[in-house]
């Protein structure tokens, strides 16, 4: 890979880390002002109906947007037509997903009224999946930037939304209702910004048997796999509400929210590497470099982050969420699953760059029976604990299985060396962290300390790197 073709990369996974952490920041101030005005079990009651409108919304994508970037990659004058078939199939699954929803939660939520706020979060998952088919599609041309600030824009009207609903005094349900209102609203911005700004224009005279039957025929692996994954994903949260109560959902949920604020790199990352690896023009060292890059970053990312949440996650969770929040425990065990589910996802956009592969859905399956077996053994013992040590070793079976598919389609990718620096770094911040300092102040010098450690190790023991790093970092003279 060119210096050139890695800034153009690294600008475009800068882009989408920006407007990610905007709306992450977005998201985040939003669920705090939640939990702190309904308390515990209503924020747990909303967590819980988030995480099963996320759970079925995955019916209706069936990892179909990567299949969209792969086809589209190789002939890009088929994307509108593509992305039109796409859309008929996710709007047609869209529509049985809700009306099942519906059916389903009026006669099993005893609770008088709480199905019609479950419901408003089913719809706005589902609406975010369109949005995605839309943001996938103006990827293969590489246009970030857009789609980028429409999910801010998204992010912050749900933010505005939900406050005003809070302040109205309408609880939970208002609160679903106004995070709705801002994803069908996303829906619209998010459709208009690929016509414009990527010349894709769906519409129902294109969608094509041919173009279907190209979808449906990844289904039995990327379909499968997605299925697998947001149950992965989001499966916790249901079993252990099921199992242990709304409560156990909102001390779970306000911890995980570290977890699941910073995934937003590695899925930028592999949204970056996707389109790059499907470009039918790239060589196999180049591909090679690629994927190595991307674990490296990924890696020397989430180690550090490990070492905040092992030395002052729960005063972070105390800080956002209140201090009827904090639990050490979940946080300790949560502390490395951004890491693994980092390396998972950039493995699996590496195996699905150029066709269906069914190392994906065995490792998400595996990984899938590790986590119910936990949770369902020790929730009810363990209660939230047991969920999150369930996902870490979940994601950490998933990335395992990943990398040896991995080794045997790059084979010559080179990461274990940074990987030991990375760790070696962490330490270092950990150390700086535990002073006793401000929790603001802690936080600053240990990634002062990282990033100088860091940097003083991959100069000296891994200089392949640091000249990769210094590469896109910095623009040579021409």
Request: glycine share 8%; net charge positive; charged share 15%.
């Amino acid at each position: 890979m060119s210096p050139t073709d890695a800034r153009r990369m690294t600008r475009a996974g800068v882009t989408l880390s920006a407007g990610e952490i905007l709306g992450k920041l977005a998201t985040l101030a939003m669920l705090g002002v939640l939990a702190r005005v309904v308390g515990v079990s209503e924020f747990g009651a909303f967590s819980f109906a988030l995480g099963l409108g996320l759970l079925l919304s995955s019916v209706t994508t069936l990892g179909l947007d990567q299949r969209l970037v792969q086809l589209a990659g190789g002939e890009p004058t088929s994307l509108s037509a593509r992305l039109s078939s796409l859309l008929a199939m996710r709007l047609a699954l869209t529509l049985v997903v809700v009306l099942g929803a519906a059916l389903v939660l009026r006669l099993t939520l005893d609770e008088p009224g709480r199905w019609a706020p479950s419901l408003a979060l089913v719809v706005a998952a589902c609406a975010d999946t369109v949005i995605e088919a839309f943001r996938s599609a103006a990827s293969v041309r590489h246009v970030q930037s857009g789609p980028a600030v429409v999910l801010v824009v998204q992010r912050f009207l749900a933010l505005g939304l939900v406050v005003l609903a809070l302040h109205l005094g309408t609880g939970v349900a208002g609160a679903a209702a106004a995070y709705c209102a801002a994803s069908l609203t996303g829906v619209v911005l998010m459709a208009g910004t690929a016509r414009r700004q990527a010349d894709v224009r769906p519409r129902p005279g294109l969608v094509t048997r041919e173009h279907t039957a190209d979808f449906v025929s990844a289904i039995r692996v990327t379909g499968l796999n997605d299925l697998v994954s947001m149950a992965l994903f989001r499966i916790d949260v249901v079993l252990l509400g099921w199992l242990a109560g709304t409560v156990a959902v909102g001390h779970y949920t306000a911890a995980y929210r570290l977890l699941e604020t910073v995934l937003f790199i590695s899925w930028s990352v592999a949204r970056v590497l996707l389109p790059a690896l499907s470009d039918s023009s790239a060589g196999s060292p180049d591909r090679n470099r690629a994927v190595s890059g991307a674990l490296i970053i990924v890696s020397a990312i989430y180690l550090p982050y490990a070492a905040v949440l092992l030395t002052r996650g729960d005063e972070l969770v105390g800080l956002l969420f209140g201090d009827e929040f904090g639990s050490v425990a979940i946080i300790a065990w949560l502390a490395l699953a951004p890491l693994f589910f980092g390396i998972a996802q950039v493995s699996l956009s590496a195996l699905l760059s150029l066709r269906p592969d069914p190392a994906v859905l065995l490792a998400s399956s595996l990984a899938l029976v590790a986590n119910l077996a936990i949770d369902l053994a020790l929730i009810p013992v363990w209660g939230a604990p047991a969920a999150a040590a369930a996902t870490t070793v979940s994601y950490l079976v998933q990335a395992t299985v990943l990398l040896v598919a991995l080794r045997r389609r790059f084979p010559h990718t080179r990461v274990r060396r940074n990987l030991v620096l990375s760790a070696g770094a962490s330490v270092v911040a950990a150390g700086v962290m535990l002073l006793p300092l401000p929790t603001i102040v802690g936080l600053v010098l240990g990634g002062l300390a990282y990033v100088a450690a860091w940097v003083l190790a991959t100069r000296h023991l891994d200089p392949g790197t640091y000249r990769m790093v210094r590469g896109v970092m910095v623009k040579e003279p021409a």
